[in-house]
């Protein structure tokens, strides 16, 4: 089995970090300092519309192939329009479920893991979709 | 150039921020309860269409409820507020000018759009955006005062074939909507003032348009008389973009349990005096008077009843958390009775200054304490972080009498411990 990896991001939410354009030699005022030119945040990178993005954590194996594994953090935007090949969270049966949307040939979830079946919305029958999957966040550091 | 206000008001607001994360509820009746899980404040519309009255108690219809297998939540003002946050700034990037006027409604300010785009296609626009992004339906009222735009929003939800969109820039449309609406959905028009109105022969929302603005300045008062001209298309009302500055804070609770002891009281008391020092420093703020008060439950007739409630004055205006609680214990202790079954307390705020304003008399010789602004600021920091909480001991561990909430959805947007599972 392989496994694409994604991302891996821990999120340091309000903790910008200074982005240096020159070496920094120690124990002497930085010359650099003139040259700060921008504080990294995370958010600004995983979180194009923040009063549109929900976070949600995985639960089960479905999507490792995905790069989705149980326990990460998904970061989920509602103001995307989901396309064919969009990674998703949908309603179905009264769960929310991550599955990659496929519109072509016929509209299907598809689990990214070879033990598991596609599942299929039969037509006529209204798929909802609660928002397109943008960014994976995990811990790889075991918290102590 | 005529102005256009827009009322947007969610739909069920409560009670849709339940279901938007219980995909298993989509079709399940729902109501939300009050503090104290006391009464029904929000429903779905599966709800309401089993006959649920806003505002009637829990225990009243506890048959319905087992019948219907409808779902009861406590307030969750957690998720609530983050969601309001939500809508309020999406309807920020949307219009040009937003009064947030409550949890789930706001004013925009239209005038010059339509130019642009047609009013009624913008509303159907920010009714999209907002169920797309956020997953909370609204319903839009458009028309050139904000009482109108009230009206028009009213009739929007009340009437499916709308689309939740009315457009009521027109008079003539203006007019036809009047004549439909009682006098007493009028906004602003209470129930004293309705008895009032009736017995002047003005029944609908047409006839108070219609009646003379300086006989109603004359019979009622300024208010209502703007409401008149308001009616007529007269915008008298503008956009209130930023907050007015408050004038006194209040925090108080029903218990979820009677206090019956002064040591249960002081916790309580304590955690109110915290929670509103906070906020006044939310708001920049210092104050110089504190308020206690303390009641009995009002509607049991079989126990005695006490109420009573006293002020303070400190003798420097201040934000720090300890000066405003060992004020307010000290009230506390004035007030105390033994021997009854309190329900409710509650602390007030109140004689604001602003940072350097207040004017210390020559021979005072109260001074501020030292590192209360840095103290007081680790405090807020921490608490606000959502890691963990710290308090004075003074406001107790276990809090037994603390609001009822039996009922509570998790935190799903505001704590990374309780946000939504997805398989």
């Known amino acids: 089995m392989s496994s694409l990896l994604i991302g891996q991001a821990r999120l340091w939410p309000r903790r910008p970090i200074p982005l240096f354009l020159e070496r920094v030699s120690a124990g002497f005022p930085?010359?650099?300092?003139?040259?700060?030119?921008?504080?990294?945040?995370?958010?600004?990178?995983?979180?194009?519309?923040?009063?549109?993005?929900?976070?949600?954590?995985?639960?089960?194996?479905?999507?490792?192939?995905?790069?989705?594994?149980?326990?990460?953090?998904?970061?989920?935007?509602?103001s995307i329009h989901a396309v064919h090949g969009d990674v998703v969270i949908a309603s179905l049966d009264g769960e929310f479920t991550v599955k990659e949307l496929a519109l072509r040939p016929r509209v299907q979830l598809l689990p990214r893991n070879v033990l598991y079946a596609p599942i299929e919305i039969p037509e006529g029958m209204e798929l909802e979709v609660f928002g397109v999957v943008t960014n994976v966040i995990r811990q790889i550091r075991r918290q102590r | 150039m005529s102005t256009v206000f827009a009322l947007v008001d969610c739909n069920n607001f409560y009670a849709s921020c339940e279901k938007l994360f219980r995909p298993d509820l989509k079709a399940v009746p729902l109501v939300v309860l009050s503090n104290n899980d006391g009464c029904v404040v929000a429903r779905s519309p599966e709800a309401k269409a089993l006959g649920i009255k806003m505002g009637v108690p829990a225990f009243q219809i506890q048959s319905l409820i087992e019948e219907h297998g409808i779902v009861v939540f406590s307030s969750n003002y957690a998720l609530y507020a983050d969601m309001s946050q939500r809508v309020m700034t999406t309807l920020e990037q949307l219009a040009p000018a937003v009064e947030v006027y409550s949890i789930d409604e706001a004013f925009l300010d239209l005038t010059g759009v339509s130019s642009a785009i047609s009013l009624a296609a913008f509303g159907h626009q920010v009714r999209q955006t907002i169920r797309d992004w956020i997953g909370i339906t609204v319903c839009v009222g458009i028309a050139p005062t904000k009482t109108l735009a009230k009206l028009a929003n009213h009739a929007a939800k009340q009437y499916r074939a709308t689309g939740g969109v009315v457009d009521l820039t027109s008079p003539i449309r203006q007019r036809k909507l009047l004549a439909l609406v009682p006098v007493s959905e009028v906004w602003g028009i209470g129930r004293?003032?309705?008895?009032?109105?009736?017995?002047?022969?003005?029944?609908?929302?047409?006839?108070?348009?219609?009646?003379?603005?300086?006989?109603?300045?004359?019979?009622?008062?300024?208010?209502?008389?703007?409401?008149?001209?308001?009616?007529?298309?007269?915008?008298?009302?503008?956009?209130?973009?930023?907050?007015?500055?408050?004038?006194?804070?209040?925090?108080?609770r029903s218990f979820g349990e009677r206090i019956t002891t002064l040591g249960a009281m002081r916790e309580a008391i304590a955690t109110y005096i915290s929670r509103a020092a906070e906020k006044l420093r939310g708001e920049g703020q210092s104050a110089k008077a504190v308020t206690v008060f303390l009641r009995t439950s009002a509607f049991n007739q079989q126990e005695p009843f006490y109420s009573k409630s006293a002020t303070a004055t400190l003798s420097l205006p201040t934000d720090d958390t300890r000066d405003l609680q060992a004020k307010a214990l000290a009230l506390l202790d004035q007030l105390w009775r033994d021997g009854f079954r309190y329900a409710k307390a509650g602390v007030m705020l109140s004689d604001f200054y602003a940072p350097g304003v207040y004017q210390p008399g020559l021979f005072d010789t109260a001074i501020p304490r030292a590192n209360s602004k840095t103290l007081m600021r680790v405090v807020d920091t921490i608490n606000h972080s959502g890691l963990g909480k710290v308090w004075f001991a003074g406001q107790g561990v276990k809090k037994a009498w603390s609001m009822k909430r039996e009922r509570l959805s998790p935190a799903y947007t505001t704590r990374w411990s309780e946000i939504p599972h997805v398989r």
Do not use: W
């Not at chain 1, 700060?36 to 549109?52: I, R, W, Y």
């Not at chain 2, 009032?196 to 348009?209: D, Q, V, W």
């Not at chain 2, 006989?215 to 409401?227: C, G, L, Q, Y």
């Open chain 2, 192 to 252: 004293q003032l309705t008895t009032r109105l009736a017995a002047l022969g003005i029944h609908t929302a047409l006839e108070l348009a219609n009646a003379d603005p300086k006989m109603i300045r004359k019979a009622f008062s300024v208010v209502v008389e703007r409401t008149v001209r308001e009616l007529n298309g007269e915008s008298c009302l503008p956009l209130e973009m930023v907050p007015a500055t408050k004038k006194e804070i209040v925090c108080s």
């Open chain 1, 30 to 78: 930085s010359p650099a300092q003139d040259y700060v030119e921008q504080a990294l945040d995370l958010n600004e990178l995983c979180v194009k519309h923040p009063a549109a993005t929900f976070f949600v954590r995985v639960q089960g194996d479905s999507m490792i192939e995905a790069g989705i594994q149980p326990g990460d953090i998904l970061v989920v935007d509602r």
